[in-house]
């Protein structure tokens, strides 16, 4: 599966952006799919994920701001964010697997590209 994510930008704290992965192949909906981010000088970070099923999990920095969603019609996955904070800048990355919705980095199979979300204080 391949997948395109797009959506980031500048945004002031407080404001949201909604990113989009765009993904490629007729199996999309058997996939789990997760956002990571990864900030300069940082590793890569769990964010989000959702089962093949719908059910979410969010990490506990973004829960309550970040919410992750599915279009299984459209081959797309959506991260919405709200109330942005100086510290939810990084690059954004989708990716995917076939395995139970997880948090490790590694047991993702399929990355997007990335997109560049930058919150101005």
């Known amino acids: 599966v391949q997948l395109q994510a797009s959506g980031g930008g500048l945004v002031q704290a407080g404001g949201s952006l909604r990113l989009s992965c765009a993904a490629s192949?007729?199996?999309?909906?058997?996939?789990?799919m997760g956002w990571f981010r990864q900030a300069p000088g940082k590793g890569r970070e769990f964010v989000a994920a959702?089962?093949?099923?719908?059910?979410?999990y969010h990490a506990d920095s973004v829960k309550g701001r970040f919410t992750i969603s599915r279009d299984n019609a459209k081959n797309t996955v959506y991260l919405q964010m709200n109330s942005l904070k100086a510290e939810d800048t990084a690059v954004y990355y989708c990716?995917?697997?076939?395995?139970?919705?997880?948090?490790?980095?590694?047991?993702?199979?399929?990355w997007g590209q990335g997109t560049q979300v930058t919150v101005s204080s």
């Open positions: 990716a995917a697997t076939l395995k139970v919705p997880t948090t490790l980095v590694a047991r993702y199979d399929y």
């Open positions: 959702i089962s093949w099923s719908g059910s979410s």
């Open positions: 192949g007729r199996t999309f909906s058997s996939y789990t």
